[in-house]
């Protein structure tokens, strides 16, 4: 598990089965938790360090998203630039950011903010955050923040660009070839590549918060 995260951060050697096992385990016949309750374990779990332990904060929040208020977008921020990699940003984008932003349309406007940042970890949150959105995406934010980073030379930016725009073709296959066609010399050739890959014959299978590598 170490050596396929490129030694970047250690693990107990858990299979993903047996931990959530475990998780169910310590979770049995516990009240609902409430949001404090959510960020006290969340930070408590990030300052552990082997991975599964984020892993568990992860399904914490993902399992209890609904009960995140919009300030939790404050606490995201901060356990998505903490440890920072594919693993836990995905699904903080996804399961977490996407969800609190979906109910709390006001926080599009730091959303937009979160596009351009400089860490390009927070910039990949906000171009993957509507992965799970469907027919609720807003597609003009979509687009914006993919051409707002499609110059970027970043591997994990143009990366999230395909793979957000290669979700939403499963939506609206026109729009998503049209943004393409209209990009063709701004987009990289992996961004390209990946956003067209359903809609050319590759992968039919659903997106997993795996990694896009």
């Given at each position: 598990?170490?050596?396929?995260?490129?030694?970047?951060?250690?693990?107990?050697?858990?299979?993903?089965?047996?931990?959530?096992?475990?998780?169910?385990?310590a979770l049995a016949g516990l009240?609902?938790?409430?949001?404090?309750?959510?960020?006290?374990?969340?930070?408590?779990?990030?300052?552990?360090?082997?991975?599964?332990?984020?892993?568990?904060?992860?399904?914490?929040?993902?399992?209890?998203?609904?009960a995140l208020s919009p300030d939790?977008?404050?606490?995201?921020?901060?356990?998505?630039t903490t440890k920072s990699w594919?693993?836990?940003?995905?699904?903080?984008?996804?399961?977490?950011?996407?969800?609190?932003?979906?109910?709390?349309?006001?926080?599009?406007?730091?959303?937009?903010?979160?596009?351009?940042?400089?860490?390009?970890?927070?910039?990949?949150?906000?171009?993957?955050?509507?992965?799970?959105?469907?027919?609720?995406?807003?597609?003009?934010?979509?687009?914006?923040?993919?051409?707002?980073?499609?110059?970027?030379?970043?591997?994990?930016?143009?990366?999230?660009?395909?793979?957000?725009?290669?979700?939403?073709?499963?939506?609206?296959?026109?729009?998503?070839?049209?943004?393409?066609?209209?990009?063709?010399?701004?987009?990289?050739?992996?961004?390209?590549?990946?956003?067209?890959?359903?809609?050319?014959?590759?992968?039919?299978?659903?997106?997993?918060?795996?990694?896009?590598?």
């Amino acid at each position: 598990m170490t050596a396929y995260m490129r030694n970047i951060f250690p693990f107990l050697g858990i299979p993903s089965p047996a931990r959530l096992a475990l998780e169910r385990d310590a979770l049995a016949g516990l009240p609902r938790p409430s949001e404090a309750d959510l960020i006290a374990a969340s930070r408590s779990l990030w300052t552990l360090p082997e991975r599964e332990y984020q892993y568990a904060a992860l399904g914490l929040l993902s399992r209890n998203a609904r009960a995140l208020s919009p300030d939790f977008i404050t606490v995201a921020r901060e356990l998505i630039t903490t440890k920072s990699w594919w693993d836990t940003v995905d699904s903080l984008a996804a399961q977490v950011v996407g969800p609190i932003v979906l109910r709390n349309p006001a926080l599009r406007t730091e959303i937009d903010r979160w596009a351009v940042d400089e860490d390009f970890w927070v910039a990949r949150t906000a171009i993957l955050h509507q992965l799970k959105a469907k027919k609720q995406t807003d597609a003009v934010r979509l687009f914006r923040f993919c051409e707002l980073r499609s110059a970027d030379t970043e591997f994990f930016i143009r990366k999230a660009i395909g793979w957000a725009l290669r979700e939403y073709s499963k939506t609206d296959a026109a729009a998503v070839r049209e943004f393409v066609a209209e990009h063709e010399t701004t987009l990289s050739g992996l961004s390209k590549r990946e956003a067209l890959l359903w809609l050319n014959g590759g992968r039919t299978a659903g997106p997993k918060l795996t990694p896009e590598t």
